[in-house]
Each structure stands twice: as structure tokens, then as C-alpha cells.
């Protein structure tokens, strides 16, 4: 019988190619468009906002979930050393309500986005599960938070089923190349700037350090494709239905789902300069670098442990980042503006 999933966040750029992931493997999914600023009603679910919070209202829960997939976030690092409590208030306090009005009825089964940003900057590689957490701006805090706060909520009643999952460094698109990747203003992250270099949205791309202790001085990072990360939603929820798992560190050993944590990466490093250059290769454009300074707070190499979630969960990522260049191309020059305008310079109406 097929399941009925609660995403929130669900049109973002994970939440959308999880969402398909779901209809494609036979799950019947109600989105939630986000938790910031927005008042709707999607089927029967009327969502209301309380300050920065949206609130599935109770009497209006009629479909019965039986899990749900938290995305809704806030996720921009800079922004959230700016304005620290709008990222308590949207991504804690708009987890706590989640968990209320799941309690209330009923549903105790969820998968939350957590990051590899947890581990903070990392003294050893790979990062393991157990590695050594750590915060390094507000945004990261949140999820370090939010973690707690599952595992309290889980120890507090252990009816509760809660996987976290790590994402390293997501990356491409759907291959179909209608859905991808479409930040709002400068992007932050490495490879909507390429993109954005490649469509002539700008001029060139400002390499953060050279002269860190990698191969080629430039950070390393753990690039996966968003199909595989989207993937490995499936395979939390394949768990959490059936929730016995053979421990990675203990293969001798036994455990039923509790509070569980995995990462989802690839386990390769992969530094800027290799990454820039697979994607020339994939789009055939010859991407400009301004060779910079680092930027403030960035760790130098970072890569997953995927051991657990190979073992527990039965997932690993399929592609390498040939492919994750190759569809995130595709993406971009199909929507040079993603899903805005030349006229609005790619915000949409
Ligand atoms: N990076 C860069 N130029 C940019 C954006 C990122 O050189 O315009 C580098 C950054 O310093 C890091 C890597 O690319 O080494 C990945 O950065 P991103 O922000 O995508 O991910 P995160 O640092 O959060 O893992």
C-alpha cells in the first residue's frame, strides 16, 4: 500500500528532487511550500502563519502521514550571522511545531535535513557519524540544535522513528533538466556560481584560497549529485517502515531504529579547481577565475564517511561528479535563468 509523506520544503532544490524521487518510487506526497512567509492551503491543509511560523493547523490534519521529510529552512550562512534569531525563529522554533503537531496526531515518523556543516571544521577525514560536532555560525547552530532536540524528543518517547541525515555538498539536477538548482541574488555556493559564469550571468568566478594543504591549494569538499541525496530520502524512509538495522560499527549487532544519524555523500574530495574543470569539460565554456583570498569561516577539506549509510540504510551515491556536471549543464542552459526572466535577471514574477 503506498505511503502518504508530509514534505515541507518540498519545492526547494532538495525537497523538489525528493519530491519526484517519491512520486517515481509510488509515494503519495503533500508538499508544504516552505515555512517563511507564506499562507496556503494545499489540499485540505490550511497552513497559517504565527510571526515567522507556519502552522499546520490541527483540525485540518485529515490526511493521516505516515512519515514526514523536514527541508523548510533557512540556509544561507552570511544571512544568518546577520540576523541570528530570524534563523532560531524559522528553523528551530519551526521544527518544534512540526514535532507538536505531528505528536499530536499521531505521526512520529521523520527524516530532517541536517549538514555536514555540523562537523564544523574537521581535524580528520573522513567525517564519521561519530566525528566531533561543532557550530561554526548560526545557521549550523540550528541544525546542531535541531539534532538535540530530535534525540530528546526520541528519548522522551520512543515511539518516535527520527533519521538525520548529513548532507555534504549537493550538486546537479534532475537529468531531465526541468528542475535544478535556482537561487535567489549572488549565490553562495560554488557551483550555482559556475553555472551562472557559463550562461554569461557573470563575469567570472572568485576562487576562495589557494594556499590551503590540498592538491592544488584550493578547498576540498564532497560534491554529490541531488538525485542520489534525494535518493537516500527514500532510504531513510525505507528504514524508518522497517526499522531494524545491522549496525556498521558492530556488524555482530542489532539495533531498532531510535534516533539515527547518516551521512550522504560520496566519500571522494573533490577541490574547486578539479570541480571547475569537470564542469568546462561537461558544458564545453571556458569558466574565468579571480584568484581570492579564503573566505572567512571556510573549512579547508571536508568528506564523508559513507560506511554507515551503505551498511544501514543499503544506499550509495551511483554518480561521480562527470554526471553531476553533465545534468547540472543540462539544467542550466535549458533555464540560463532558472525558473525566472532575462528581465528579472532569473527572479521570478
Ligand atoms: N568557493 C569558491 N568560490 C565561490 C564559492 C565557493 O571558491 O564563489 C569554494 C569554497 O571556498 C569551498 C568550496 O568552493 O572551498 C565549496 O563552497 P560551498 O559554499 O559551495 O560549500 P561549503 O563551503 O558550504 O561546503
Redesign the pocket.
Known amino acids: 500500500m503506498s505511503k502518504n509523506i508530509l514534505v515541507t520544503g518540498g519545492a526547494g532544490y532538495i525537497g523538489s528532487h525528493t519530491v519526484l524521487q517519491l512520486l517515481l518510487g509510488g509515494y503519495k506526497v503533500i508538499k508544504m511550500v516552505g515555512i517563511v512567509g507564506i499562507s496556503l492551503i494545499i489540499d485540505k491543509l490550511l497552513l497559517v502563519q504565527r510571526g515567522n511560523t507556519l502552522i499546520i493547523k490541527q483540525s485540518y490534519w485529515v490526511v493521516r502521514f505516515d512519515a514526514v521529510i523536514h527541508f523548510a529552512g533557512l540556509k544561507a ?1 552570511g544571512e544568518s550571522v546577520e540576523k541570528p534569531l530570524l534563523y532560531y525563529d524559522n528553523n528551530v522554533i519551526g521544527t518544534i511545531t512540526l514535532l507538536e503537531v505531528m505528536a499530536a496526531h499521531g505521526c512520529k515518523n521523520l527524516v530532517f535535513s541536517s549538514s ?2 555540523v562537523y564544523g571544521w574537521p581535524k580528520e577525514v573522513p567525517c564519521t557519524e561519530e566525528s566531533p560536532l561543532s557550530a561554526v555560525n548560526p545557521y549550523g547552530r540550528t541544525k546542531l540544535f535541531i539534532e538535540e532536540i530530535c534525540r530528546d524528543v526520541h528519548h522522551s518517547d520512543p515511539e518516535w522513528k527520527i533519521i538525520l541525515l548529513r548532507y555534504f ?1 549537493p550538486v546537479g539536477a534532475h537529468p531531465s533538466g526541468h528542475i535544478g538548482e535556482d537561487p535567489r541574488g549572488i549565490p ?4 550555482p ?1 559556475v553555472q551562472q559564469v557559463a550562461v554569461g550571468r557573470r563575469p567570472a ?5 589557494n594556499d590551503y594543504a590540498t592538491k592544488d591549494g ?2 576540498v ?1 564532497d560534491y554529490i549529485h541531488v538525485v542520489d541525496l534525494a535518493d537516500g530520502h527514500i532510504a531513510a524512509l525505507r528504514k524508518l517502515s522497517d526499522p531494524k538495522i545491522e549496525l556498521a560499527f558492530n556488524p555482530t549487532s542489532y539495533a531498532i531504529i531510535g534516533c539515527e544519524v547518516y551521512n550522504l555523500g560520496t566519500g571522494k574530495g573533490t577541490s ?1 579547481l578539479e570541480m571547475v574543470a569537470a564542469f568546462e569539460r561537461a558544458s564545453g565554456k571556458k569558466i574565468p577565475l579571480v584568484m581570492a583570498g579564503r ?1 572567512a569561516g ?2 579547508e577539506i ?1 568528506y564523508a564517511s559513507t560506511k554507515k549509510a551503505e551498511c544501514e540504510l543499503d544506499w550509495r551515491a551511483r554518480y561521480g561528479i562527470e554526471e553531476m556536471c553533465r545534468d547540472q549543464w543540462n539544467w542550466a542552459s535549458k533555464n540560463p535563468y532558472g525558473y525566472g526572466s532575462p528581465e528579472s535577471n532569473g527572479v521570478m514574477k
Open positions: 550562512v555536514a556543516t555538498n553562495n555556493n560554488l557551483m556560481f568566478l572568485t576562487v576562495f584560497g584550493t578547498g569538499r574547486v573566505r571556510d573549512a571536508v
